[in-house]
């Protein structure tokens, strides 16, 4: 059944009209959706599928009314923070949110690391981010929609959470198998640039007390780092 984010969502209303111009198009232009169809809607404030089905069509609005409810859980007991060095073009960016978003990233928080080369992310290219956010939650049946921000540089004032970073040497590094994550522990996981982080980085990332974490010997493109870590994370500490 197909799903859509809807912000304002007023889950309390079994009946509503749909006004949203972007969103009637989509239902009746582009799926050419007709009376007593149903789909569903869902907001970031709950693990709540709502069901609506077409009772009315007008030219610019869609009348409703909510039919069922699906209560979600998820198996997933921890959130992490995905501190990810900005790569060197944008489809890396995007790619990057497209996929975290749908193997359950809690936040995205991309920075401006040393060997990070210049790109420029204007206020329309992070309203696309963020639709490739959304668009990615609406399709793999997740609720909770992340936030997407963009420092200049780390701010480690404001990182109240267990820190790991990624490190392309094993030594004095923990491996993938020996992270162990406790129920409802929050984590910020930095993965490297282009060309990885520098020795002044890792000496700062260490001052603040971050644990390397490595992968193996082959060193990882940036966009494919976080693969293999996410997954042996959630296998590994469900």
Not at 213 to 220: T, Y
Request: aromatic share 16%; hydrophobic share 45%; with cysteine.
């Amino acid at each position: 059944m197909q799903r859509f984010f809807l912000e304002n969502l007023e889950t309390s209303n079994f009946n509503f009209v749909l006004n949203d111009k972007e969103l009637f198009k989509q239902i009746i232009k582009v799926l050419r959706w007709e009376i007593w169809d149903k789909f569903v809607f869902f907001n970031w404030e709950d693990f709540v599928d709502y069901i609506f089905e077409i009772k009315k069509i007008e030219k610019k609005e869609i009348y409703l009314e909510q039919v069922w409810r699906i209560e979600k859980q998820t198996q997933i007991n921890f959130e992490l923070n995905l501190f990810q060095a900005l790569p060197n073009k944008l489809d890396k960016i995007e790619s990057i949110i497209k996929n975290w978003t749908q193997i359950w990233i809690t936040n995205f928080l991309f920075f401006k690391a040393e060997r990070s080369q210049k790109i420029n992310l204007s206020d329309k290219k992070i309203e696309r981010l963020n639709k490739i956010i959304i668009e990615s939650s609406e399709q793999c049946g997740r609720n909770i929609v992340p936030n997407l921000v963009i420092w200049n540089k780390i701010d480690f004032n404001n990182l109240n959470w267990k820190n790991h970073f990624m490190h392309t040497k094993n030594e004095n590094s923990k491996l993938l198998k020996e992270i162990k994550i406790e129920k409802n522990e929050n984590i910020n996981l930095f993965v490297w640039p282009e060309w990885g982080f520098s020795d002044d980085e890792i000496w700062k990332f260490e001052r603040e007390k971050c644990e390397r974490i490595f992968l193996w010997d082959n060193i990882l493109r940036t966009e494919l780092a976080w693969i293999s870590t996410w997954f042996y994370l959630i296998q590994n500490n469900l």
